[in-house]
């Protein structure tokens, strides 16, 4: 670094007859000035050193969360995370992946625009897949190493076909990734809880310098959640943009509607009215584990009675929220929802208690989840993976949560007998 000679500034006196006292100041702030550069461009070196990240010895893991919508994601994103600490790599954190009305195609949402990886980092490492292209890929991950892994190759290939179908393709095309070979990993599998041995052929079969990054053509985490990973669901923090918006809706509400509120959640559109057929064959359907167990062992309902559970109507939505509210004096009702949000009738069922009802006025799920989890009392769907969330989010901090007709359910009488 150059820096300019202490004679441009220094020992230069005035011809003018000046005193000397004004030259001596002359010199003071001339040498100020040279430390002032000095430190600034030592400054501006040590930020630049610090742009070059260094790269995680113990390798990386990448995968795409191409299941479902986001609360499907969001359960892989947790097996994922503790996969990532079981087998000491850091995580590649994906964009969420959404897909607007419209049929334009999938969108990618950068992971911290709707949560902080300062989360993630309080559990294991992790880094955005943006940050990682941009300033690893290319000293981690040259081209030659770049391998899919799945557990089987997919039907008709030969091997895993990391980029056919959507939203595959546009993912990894997304970051500009083209693979040169499959790597069929099976018969292992990402549930390492506890599985030292699992772990250690992981590690054996996949070693760093050969494997940088195991890439996953799908999430390596079970969907639902295992019970052991509910607790990681800790580590998914709000971004400060999702909880000032929601804190500010929240807020302006309070302000006409002091006091608690009660926070619900409809799935009645279409596609879910479809999905819930599927009940009778499916009793342990989607995120149903939550409300009946993971083997169907905590409550037992008659496949009439899963249903009505799935798909709740009317009356049974506004039977409960009034129950709710009476119970906890709430002041007014937060409603998220996929297509109805019954807004009239519960604002009819509820005008005797001076209640209001009230939606997000846009549709960002995101700030829907936060406000639900920030409510005195939430109400949630047994069988949806966005009811999941808000459910493990009040879980971890210790929040009241209840489901459509689980208390029904666990007085049914006319649950169907093997």
């Known amino acids: 670094m150059l820096v300019p000679a202490a004679t441009s500034f220094a020992g230069i006196e005035s011809n003018s007859g000046a005193p000397r006292t004004r030259s001596r100041r002359c010199d003071g702030l001339k040498m100020v000035l040279v430390i002032l550069w000095i430190y600034s461009h030592v400054s501006q070196a040590a930020q630049s050193a610090d742009v070059i990240q260094p790269a995680d010895p113990h390798g990386y893991i990448a995968f795409c969360p191409c299941m479902g919508r986001f609360g499907n994601q969001a359960d892989q994103y947790i097996g994922a995370l503790a996969f990532a600490k079981s087998i000491d790599r850091t995580l590649i954190l994906p964009p969420w992946i959404e897909y607007p009305s419209g049929g334009t195609g999938p969108r990618f949402v950068p992971f911290d625009e709707y949560f902080n990886v300062s989360g993630i980092l309080d559990y294991h490492r992790a880094i955005t897949m943006e940050a990682f292209m941009q300033d690893l890929a290319h000293r981690v991950w040259p081209p030659e190493k770049r391998f899919s892994f799945c557990f089987r190759s997919r039907v008709d290939h030969v091997d895993c076909a990391a980029k056919d179908g959507k939203p595959f393709g546009p993912f990894w095309d997304n970051f500009g990734i083209n693979f040169v070979k499959s790597e069929i990993f099976g018969p292992l599998h990402y549930d390492t809880h506890s599985n030292r041995s699992l772990i250690h052929e992981w590690t054996n079969a996949y070693p760093v310098d050969e494997y940088p990054v195991l890439a996953f053509t799908g999430a ?43 926070g619900i959640h409809l799935r009645n559109g279409a596609d879910w009215a479809n999905a819930c057929r599927l009940v009778k064959d499916a009793p342990l359907l989607f995120s149903a584990p939550q409300c009946f167990g993971y083997r169907g062992e905590q409550v037992k309902a008659s496949d009439a009675m899963r249903t009505r559970m799935c798909l709740p109507d009317q009356r049974d939505v506004l039977n409960e929220v009034t129950a709710v509210v009476r119970t906890h004096a709430a002041n007014w009702v937060f409603v998220a929802s996929d297509h109805d949000h019954l807004l009239p009738e519960l604002q009819h069922r509820l005008r005797e208690l001076h209640v209001e009802v009230v939606r997000y006025p846009r549709n960002e799920p995101h700030i829907d989840l936060a406000i639900l989890s920030m409510s005195n009392h939430f109400i949630g769907n047994c069988f949806s993976s966005f009811s999941a969330f808000v459910k493990r989010h009040r879980d971890v901090h210790g929040l009241q949560s209840s489901f459509w007709l689980l208390d029904a359910a666990k007085n049914d009488r006319s649950r169907d007998e093997l």
């Open 220 to 262: 390596p985490g079970a969907f639902p959640v295992q019970r052991h990973n509910l607790p990681l669901q800790r580590y998914f923090i709000f971004s400060d943009r999702t909880k000032e918006r929601a804190k500010d809706f929240v807020f302006s509400m309070r302000d006409q509607h002091a006091g608690p509120f009660v």
